[in-house]
């Protein structure tokens, strides 16, 4: 099984700051099949960004997805106040699929 | 567009059978593969298993002996069913859409007598 680890745990930023979060992976991943998903209190995960480097439907530009092998990066250029929440990476690629533990971004 | 809800008793008792059903509009689902997670509270997300549209499925390993899943296309629908439960399987339930580009808004179950 793939594990996937998130850094860091909490990440405290303000408003219009740069959000950087990382997922390393026990073993290599596909770039094809490394996801993020964006989860808020009492909501489902939503999808942000897919094979790595793609915005899903309607995600704004600001979020930007990187990697390869075992280490990939979700970018939050400038955080809005609807980007503070919990960020999961994910991948689709070995079985069983797996998730990281999350990182929280959260308001400093 | 696509739209996923999940519905089933909230409630199961210890050793007994989990059964949820997730009903899909906005699409048919023979024309996509579907999955199932599940999520411990503070937790991340946890894949359960898939289901295409042929009817094949691939489970994790962890719970394969205890989990199905099967479609009813006349109704749109994918079921879940996990036997032998226990308290670890207390979870809020998600289906999605493919490897998770379009998910329910899920559906929290209690394993508790």
């Known amino acids: 099984e793939v594990v996937l680890t998130q850094s860091p745990d909490t990440l405290s930023l303000s408003p219009g700051e740069r959000a950087i979060l990382s997922c390393r992976a026990s073993?290599?991943?596909?770039?094809?099949?490394l996801a993020w998903h964006q989860q808020k209190p009492g909501q489902a995960p939503r999808l942000l960004i897919y094979?790595?480097?793609n915005r899903f439907t309607g995600i704004p530009d600001r979020f930007s997805g990187s990697g390869s092998g075992t280490d990939f990066t979700l970018t939050i250029s400038r955080l809005e106040p609807e980007d503070f929440a919990v960020y999961f990476c994910?991948?689709?690629?070995?079985?069983?699929?797996?998730f990281g533990p999350g990182t929280k971004v959260d308001i400093k | 567009q696509v739209q996923l809800q999940e519905s089933g008793p909230g409630l199961v008792k210890p050793s007994e059978t989990l059964s949820l059903t997730c009903t899909v509009s906005?699409?048919?689902?023979?024309?996509?593969?579907w999955t199932w997670f599940r999520q411990a509270a503070e937790k991340g997300p946890e894949w359960i298993g898939l289901?295409?549209?042929?009817?094949?499925?691939n489970y994790n390993p962890s719970l394969t002996s205890r989990v199905a899943m099967s479609l009813d296309t006349s109704k749109n629908q994918i079921s879940l069913r996990l036997t032998s439960v226990t308290a670890a399987d207390t979870a809020v339930y998600y289906c999605?859409?493919?490897?998770?580009?379009?998910w329910g808004q899920g559906t929290l179950v209690t394993v508790s007598s």
């Open positions: 073993q290599s991943v596909s770039i094809s099949h």
């Open positions: 289901i295409y549209s042929s009817g094949s499925t």
């Open positions: 094979g790595t480097s």
């Open positions: 994910h991948q689709y690629g070995n079985l069983p699929f797996t």
């Open positions: 999605a859409r493919k490897d998770g580009d379009y």
């Open positions: 906005g699409v048919s689902i023979t024309a996509f593969y």
